[in-house]
Antibody
Framework: QVQLQESGPGLVRPSETLSLTCSVS????????WGWIRQPPGKGVEMIGY???????KYNPSLKSRLTISTDSSQKQFSLNLKFVTAADTAVYYC???????????????????WGPGILVTVSS | QSVLTQPPSVSGAPGQRVTISCTGS????????VHWYQQLPGTAPKLLIS???NRPSGVPDRFSGSKSGTSASLVITGLQAEDEADYYC??????????FGGGTKLTVL
């Protein structure tokens, strides 16, 4: 059973880069899609982006210009880098696996499973 | 504003049935699957329903999902105190990628 664990700094200064890593255990990192989701305090969840088995990323359009998601197969990790952060980026960040049904080369859309426990990142000076 | 619309809150007494709706559009729910997540207080969301109506192993059959047109529903029957949580629907949008509803807080009276 795949398990995920986020790691990284809990405090980031405004205008700097938020960098998080997700460690994968219990499964092959090359066999799944991987994603990041965030949840501002007291609010709902928002997809940040995800990366395919072949390393192709898909980003939330609202974050695309600041965002990079990548994988490191040798370390069984994938990572998130979000540049030029502001207080609006304060949130609990979750790493997730993605699953999907496929009908030939078409899919009715992915779902997120499993989820890491989450890490709170605060943007503040 | 979320792309998918859910009621902010619903409530029910133990043993009752509650329904949580999720409304979208032709660019998302009408053409893509809907999935549901349960978020217990202080924890990460957990997959509850995938592919409109499929329950992962371990999810009680008190939880069921359905989809019709541009809307989907999560039904919980035989409500229990442990069901008190936030519930999120999720789909895919042809313009935006994966999208979530704003979440519904279920209170068990």
């Amino acid at each position: 059973q795949v398990q995920l664990q986020e790691s990284g700094p809990g405090l980031v200064r405004p205008s700097e880069t938020l960098s998080l890593t997700c460690s994968v255990s219990g499964g092959s990192i090359t066999s799944y899609y991987w994603g990041w989701i965030r949840q501002p305090p007291g609010k709902g969840v928002e997809m940040i982006g995800y990366i395919s088995k072949t390393g192709t990323p898909k980003y939330n359009p609202s974050l695309k210009s600041r965002l990079t998601i990548s994988t490191d197969s040798s370390q069984k990790q994938f990572s998130l880098n979000l540049k030029f952060v502001t207080a609006a980026d304060t949130a609990v960040y979750y790493c997730t696996g993605l699953m999907a049904r496929w009908f030939g080369d078409k899919s009715p859309g992915p779902w997120f499973d499993p989820w890491g426990p989450g890490i709170l990142v605060t943007v503040s000076s | 504003q979320s792309v998918l619309t859910q009621p902010p809150s619903v409530s029910g007494a133990p043993g009752q049935r509650v329904t949580i709706s999720c409304t979208g559009s032709s660019s998302n729910i009408a053409n893509f699957d809907v999935h549901w997540y349960q978020q217990l207080p202080g924890t990460a969301p957990k997959l509850l329903i995938s592919g409109n109506r499929n329950r992962p192993s371990g999810v009680p059959d008190r939880f069921s999902g359905s989809k019709s047109g541009t809307s989907a529903s999560l039904v919980i029957t035989g409500l229990q105190a442990e069901d008190e949580a936030d519930y999120y629907c999720q789909s895919y949008d042809s313009s935006l990628s994966a999208v979530f509803g704003g979440g519904t807080k279920l209170t068990v009276l």
